[in-house]
């Protein structure tokens, strides 16, 4: 890996970059930071905002990189001379021989068709292995089979094994990538830095209540802004639902963690960004993935993804909270719910007094003290919000049964975001049927959660993270 950025890299800033005091100041990413930049470094800025190639200027690719870096921008994703032939599929499976079949007939009609297809059937019974290996055959796809199961990162590694291209690219059984899935994630390695990429994920569309929901919600749909995926940022994690990786990247840390039954997908990523690479989200094309087929099911599911909670933070020190706001935030809200409004409004205003006092280099350090610090106290509100209704949601149910207080601040935080991003949203369910399914996601997500602390012995998901930003460091980086 280098430091420097490709030549014919174009970036564009974050949405969420605002610039200030003349444009010499840039503030947003995730985590965010604010940048203070020379007048030159101000007029690149501008230069790349606009469009402008980075090109073969060594200062114009150290600043786009610490730009890329800190979340403040993105590559613009641009034609490649990157072959698909370049890539190995890896398509695990266990006893769905239809959704295979489904998930090849999706690869072999995209604009850009992959190299090799490696299917690894995971264990499955002997008439569904039958079945799987006569849709492998017809695809002209290398099948792998495993005598006993052992769960989606293991089968991954057994595919990975036969790799012998420079890139691989992990689907799961049953997923359908758009046709340009390939042309759009590919660019995306001209970049040296980049370990792996993945597209968005999207619920399958269907008349089912779950299949509607998920359309708006599915854990795994991370929106539709593209990111750095880093722990503790807007995008902590991307799945191997479908992601493009370097082979040689993905070999050097020993691939996937046989071990963990779900979250071996984030853990691979986390240690690939602990390894010093990148790993980004590109939502410019999306892959489809079915729901399961009953509540049941659907719930299992959830439980599952939240029982991996306490074996990721065991491997991954500091990258799991169930909230990360400051104390001064968390104080504020505290004060509003046992209800003195007041009292927590004073505390929000000494926070902007003492950011403000950070902002020194600033033209108006208190207009942006005031600012940052009061959106980011009244945003905590979301968070907190999420944490009482999935990983804390037994404490505040026990809270809101003994104090009449603390169940209007539960009630309020389980009805008012689901209602409000109902009303934002689609709206493909009522807001009966919307709000039931939310509460009922983050109840059995939560379950999970308890669940893999308890067979971790680690309580490290459920410690609130209430570090005040920035911390010990500068509270204004210099580019």
């Known amino acids: 890996m280098t430091p420097d950025t490709a030549p014919t890299v174009r970036v564009a800033l974050d949405g969420s970059v605002r610039s200030v005091d003349g444009g010499r100041v840039l503030i947003g990413g995730s985590p965010i930071r604010l ?23 060594p200062a114009v690719a150290r600043l786009a990189r610490r730009l890329l870096e800190g979340g403040l921008a993105h590559p613009r ?15 695990p499976t266990l006893g769905r021989p239809a959704g295979l079949a489904r998930t090849l007939a999706a690869l072999a009609a995209g604009t850009a068709v992959p190299g090799r297809v490696v299917v690894v059937d995971d264990g499955s019974a002997p008439a569904a292995a039958a079945a799987i290996a006569a849709v492998a055959a017809a695809a002209g796809a290398d099948l792998a089979r495993r005598p006993v199961t052992g769960g989606p990162g293991a089968a991954r590694d057994t595919g990975l094994a036969r790799v012998t291209t420079p890139l691989v690219a992990f689907v799961d059984g049953e997923v359908e990538p758009e046709p340009d899935w390939l042309a759009v994630l590919l660019p995306h390695f001209d970049d040296p830095a980049v370990a792996a990429v993945a597209p968005r994920i999207v619920a399958t569309q269907g008349p089912s209540w779950l299949a509607r929901f998920d359309r708006e919600r599915s854990p795994l749909d991370l929106g539709a802004a593209p990111a750095r995926v880093a722990p503790r940022t807007r995008v902590a994690y991307v799945p191997t639902t479908a992601l493009v990786a370097r082979t040689d990247a993905v070999g050097e840390i020993d691939g996937f963690d046989g071990d963990l039954a779900f979250g071996e997908d984030v853990d691979l990523v986390w240690r690939l960004v602990e390894a010093g690479w990148t790993v980004r989200y590109e939502p410019a094309t999306t892959a489809s993935h079915p729901v399961r087929g009953s509540l049941g099911t659907w719930l299992a599911q959830r439980a599952g993804y939240g029982s991996s ?81 999935r990983p804390w949601w037994p404490i505040a149910v026990a809270a809101a049964v003994t104090s009449r207080r603390a169940r209007r601040a539960v009630v309020a935080a389980a ?41 971790a012995r680690t309580l490290e998901p459920l410690r609130p993270d209430l570090h005040s930003w920035p911390g010990r460091r500068a509270a204004v980086e210099r580019a």
């Open 309 to 389: 909670a306490g074996p990721l933070a065991l491997r991954h020190q500091g990258a799991l909270a169930p909230v990360a706001i400051s104390a001064w935030s968390a104080a504020a809200w505290a004060l509003a719910a046992a209800g003195f409004p007041l009292a927590g409004l004073a505390v929000g205003a000494t926070a902007a007094a003492r950011l403000a006092g950070r902002l020194g280099p600033l033209e108006h350090p208190w207009v942006e003290g005031v600012r940052l610090a009061g959106v980011g106290t009244w945003g905590a509100w979301r968070p907190l919000a999420s944490a009482l209704t």
């Open 77 to 91: 994703v641009e034609p490649s001379s990157r072959r698909a032939g370049d890539v190995t599929v890896i398509i």
């Open 415 to 455: 009805l008012v975001p689901p209602l409000i991003d109902w009303w934002r949203g689609d709206r493909q369910l009522d807001p009966v049927r919307y709000t039931a399914l939310r509460l009922l996601d983050d109840a059995a997500y939560g379950a999970g959660v308890w669940a893999g602390c308890a067979r």
């Open 35 to 57: 940048l203070r930049l020379s007048a030159s470094g101000a007029a690149v800025v501008a230069e790349l905002a606009a469009g402008g190639p980075v090109g073969d200027r």
